[in-house]
């Protein structure tokens, strides 16, 4: 079991859509809001997604494919 | 010995020990050293920081490792030149250029990872790791070799063969990852995240940091003890920018210079401009960007000290440039002919700031102002070479010569 901590970026046209209540249903991950800023255009939640690792992936890339933006909760860690 | 106390959440306040940890698990802010601030004060001198060695451990009390077994190959006390000619150029007669390319391997990044690698040792690791688009995997090789300690960089797979090159000469495990940004940065945030090693702008990022305050020290010794008037810093992650500053304020602290006034300016190049781009927008949240642009060693889409550098900018009246990859390529060949220095791309994007922000009013004519010039032109030749002019091709005759040198372009015969 792994844990993983992002920052999901959510646009406009996701605000009212429950991601995190279909990760949970779709996948086998643990989500756990540890932070968030949310209004009617936009928001942001640094979410715990505890799993499989391959499984934490896959509902990552799900997350994605929908048009949430996933991040390091640090910031990039490529640098220059 | 160092002063350095604790870790401590830039958010919250917590405390933590002096660990490879970097973000509070309370609140996820980041995590910075602390210091016995009045052990410093009661230490130091300018007499004694003026007679140790030219290089970044001569300010030893405000670094959090102990500088007597510090991995060092030399970093820092770079030289900073009045640039009159490129200040003529521009309109500012007391600009100054922080030459960070004659560090050991031309960039400042040895200076972050000088402070990194050292702490990294004493915290018990044997392996020195990163992430990057060059200059930081240069110098994460070059302290690993220097130390006996062993490397793993990560780079992307479309390089400048410069920067690969620039590695690879140190025979670290080099890593080159196909594959867009956003998944280069996923890989190695999982791999950071998994295995024992020393990353050193992730699990020692705390330390790692400390290391560009070492530009706000110099600049403000070298400039006779004071602050100058107005920095402009090219903001990647945006860590240097902040440090800067909190240099010339450590200083004030103790004691050596006089409480700062500096303005802060940042510049970004277009293509990656998440901090210019909340700037324009008067924005204090900064929305993370794919980057698109020349500048790879800016070129940083979410950047961790985004926020920071954005409280910074209107804390001290400062002000941040974004110029394209056209304006980039004329900045480096602007500092190359007025001033003798050949800068990496990331160069051209402060001196071409320079210029914008002076042509908009942003920066006073009086003011004393310091550009950082942060890694050297070999790394990014490919950037320039085709806008350069051709050389004279002759017989080895002086008839050939001479017909040549009186035709050569903008030359009447």
């Not at chain 1, 989500?31 to 934490?56: F, Y």
């Not at chain 2, 004659?102 to 990044?109: D, E, M, R, V, Y």
């Not at chain 2, 006034?261 to 794919?290: D, H, I, K, L, Y």
Request: charged share 20%.
């Amino acid at each position: 079991m792994a844990v993983q901590r992002l920052r999901f970026t959510f646009p406009t046209d996701l605000i009212k859509e429950p991601v995190i209540y279909l990760i949970g249903q779709q996948f086998e991950v643990i989500t756990n809001i540890r932070m968030a800023d949310v209004d009617e255009s936009t928001g942001w939640v640094i979410l715990e997604l505890e799993g499989d690792t391959d499984e934490i992936a896959r509902s990552v890339a799900w997350a994605e494919s929908r048009g949430v933006r996933v991040d390091p909760i640090t910031g990039d860690v490529i640098e220059g | 010995m160092t002063y350095a106390q604790n870790l401590r959440c830039r958010e919250c306040s917590r405390d933590y020990p002096l660990a490879a940890l970097h973000v509070c698990e309370f609140c996820f802010g980041p995590l910075e050293v602390v210091y016995d601030d009045d052990g410093i004060k009661a230490a130091v001198s300018r007499e004694a920081i003026a007679s140790r060695p030219a290089n970044l451990w001569r300010y030893r009390e405000f670094l959090p490792c102990d500088a007597d077994t510090a991995i060092n190959i030399g970093a820092g006390f770079t030289p900073l030149i009045h640039a009159k000619n490129l200040g003529k150029a521009l309109g500012l007669p007391n600009l100054y250029i922080k030459n960070d390319t004659a560090n050991p391997t031309w960039s400042f990044k040895d200076r972050v990872v000088a402070i990194a690698s050292s702490r990294a040792r004493e915290l018990g690791y044997e392996k020195l790791a990163c992430a990057s688009t060059g200059n930081l995997a240069n110098s994460v090789s070059a302290h690993a070799a220097a130390a006996g300690m062993e490397a793993v960089v990560v780079i992307p797979n479309d390089l400048e063969a410069g920067k690969v090159l620039g590695s690879s000469i140190y025979s670290p495990t080099l890593v080159k990852v196909a594959g867009n940004y956003d998944a280069v940065n996923r890989l190695c945030a999982e791999l950071a995240g998994t295995r024992n090693w020393a990353f050193v702008n992730v699990n020692v990022r705390p330390y790692y940091a400390e290391g560009s305050k070492t530009l706000g020290y110099e600049v403000a010794e070298q400039l006779g003890w004071r602050a100058p008037d107005h920095c402009v810093v090219p903001i990647a992650s945006g860590s240097l920018f902040v440090k800067i500053r909190k240099g010339l304020n450590e200083f004030a602290k103790a004691g050596l210079i006089d409480e700062p006034q500096t303005r802060m300016s940042g510049a970004q190049a277009t293509g990656c401009s998440p901090v210019a781009t909340a700037w324009a927008e008067g924005s204090m949240n900064f929305r993370p960007q794919r980057p698109d642009t020349i500048a790879k060693s800016l070129a940083i889409g979410n950047p961790a000290d985004g926020y920071y550098s954005l409280v910074q900018l209107k804390d001290t009246n400062g002000a941040c440039a974004s110029v394209n990859d056209d304006e980039i390529v004329a900045g480096m060949k602007l500092l190359a002919e007025t001033e003798g220095i050949f800068a990496e791309t990331a160069g051209g994007v402060t001196v071409a700031s320079v210029k914008q922000l002076a042509a908009a009013g942003r920066i006073d004519p009086d003011e004393l102002v310091v550009a950082f010039i942060t890694g050297a032109g070999f790394k990014t030749a490919e950037a320039v070479a085709d806008s350069l002019g051709p050389a004279l091709e002759i017989d080895a005759t002086v008839e050939s010569f001479e017909a040549a040198y009186e035709d050569r372009e903008g030359v009447p015969a």
